[in-house]
């Protein structure tokens, strides 16, 4: 890349950025078109020139060189997109927040115990699938780990209209045949909001530094099981401080001479 592209395509990058920020779309878009452009020249350069270099760096000129034809061609109504080029297999996850509209990455399911809230299921999901679509293969998972089948399902409203035979399916705002034990089941769904808050802040769900599918695969159930480790030591730190506290409630004595002497 020229030298001077090396300095102006990252401020064209950063100004697309704050462009939309702004929602001035239409500076956003100009700048957008001047650096497609600039990219464009790069990547017909390199694809002239490719011929003259290393094989190693030939065969990662032709890894990367599709991607960046993909980029530049792709349409904002395409299905599919390239959002990364170090990371092919991200995709765009809406999220439906006024502060966060959009996210990017893998989505990730969450299964938790109703009354403790143990982590006992989390896998990755290439390709943003929809909600009810994974349930079934969430269900095994926690089957396999936990060594028994759960009888009820506790979702929210993105798995509505979901069965699954043998297994009873609790939805958030269900009403028809819902018992009060079971009204006091579904209020508990909203327990893992907490869990997979705590798990982004202080488990790093929220960035994922391994590569590939692979990588996605193995950070989620890393970080379900670093959930249950954090757990355990909450409860232990507890454990020991009763113990503490009950240990320095007794009369002790003071002095040797207070001992009895056998």
């Given at each position: 890349?020229?030298?001077?592209?090396?300095?102006?395509?990252?401020?064209?990058?950063?100004?697309?950025?704050?462009?939309?920020?702004?929602?001035?779309?239409?500076?956003?878009?100009?700048?957008?078109?001047?650096?497609?452009?600039?990219?464009?020249?790069?990547?017909?350069?390199?694809?002239?020139?490719?011929?003259?270099?290393?094989?190693?760096?030939?065969?990662?000129?032709?890894?990367?060189?599709?991607?960046?034809?993909?980029?530049?061609?792709?349409?904002?109504k395409d299905k599919?997109?390239?959002?990364?080029?170090?990371?092919?297999?991200?995709?765009?996850?809406?999220?439906?927040?006024?502060?966060?509209?959009?996210?990017?990455?893998?989505?990730?399911?969450?299964?938790?115990?109703?009354?403790?809230?143990?982590?006992?299921?989390?896998?990755?999901?290439?390709?943003?699938?929809?909600?009810?679509?994974?349930?079934?293969?969430?269900?095994?998972?926690?089957?396999?780990?936990?060594?028994?089948?759960?009888?009820?399902?506790?979702?929210?409203?993105?798995?509505?209209?979901?069965?699954?035979?043998?297994?009873?399916?609790?939805?958030s705002g269900q009403?028809?045949?819902?018992?009060?034990?079971?009204?006091?089941?579904i209020h508990r769904?909203?327990?893992?909001?907490?869990?997979?808050?705590?798990?982004?802040?202080?488990?790093?769900?929220?960035?994922?530094?391994?590569?590939?599918?692979?990588?996605?695969?193995?950070?989620?159930?890393?970080?379900?099981?670093?959930?249950?480790?954090?757990?355990?030591?909450?409860?232990?730190?507890?454990?020991?401080?009763?113990?503490?506290?009950?240990?320095?409630?007794?009369?002790?004595?003071?002095?040797?001479?207070?001992?009895?002497?056998?």
């Amino acid at each position: 890349m020229p030298y001077g592209y090396n300095r102006e395509a990252p401020r064209l990058a950063i100004q697309v950025g704050r462009y939309a920020h702004a929602k001035q779309f239409k500076r956003m878009r100009k700048s957008l078109k001047t650096l497609c452009t600039r990219v464009g020249r790069v990547y017909r350069d390199v694809e002239r020139q490719i011929g003259g270099l290393p094989e190693t760096q030939q065969a990662q000129g032709k890894n990367l060189l599709p991607r960046v034809q993909r980029i530049l061609t792709q349409k904002p109504k395409d299905k599919n997109k390239l959002y990364a080029l170090h990371a092919p297999e991200v995709s765009c996850i809406s999220k439906g927040k006024a502060r966060t509209p959009y996210e990017f990455g893998c989505k990730v399911t969450v299964a938790v115990t109703a009354k403790e809230g143990w982590v006992v299921g989390m896998r990755a999901l290439q390709g943003n699938p929809w909600d009810g679509h994974t349930l079934a293969e969430t269900l095994e998972q926690v089957s396999i780990l936990a060594n028994q089948t759960p009888k009820i399902a506790v979702v929210d409203k993105g798995y509505r209209g979901v069965e699954i035979a043998g297994i009873q399916i609790l939805r958030s705002g269900q009403r028809r045949g819902i018992t009060k034990s079971l009204r006091a089941l579904i209020h508990r769904r909203s327990a893992i909001e907490p869990i997979i808050g705590h798990m982004k802040s202080d488990g790093r769900l929220q960035r994922n530094p391994l590569k590939g599918e692979l990588g996605d695969a193995l950070h989620a159930v890393l970080c379900g099981a670093g959930q249950n480790i954090r757990w355990l030591l909450k409860q232990l730190r507890l454990f020991c401080a009763r113990n503490l506290r009950w240990l320095f409630s007794l009369d002790w004595p003071q002095t040797l001479d207070q001992f009895a002497v056998a």
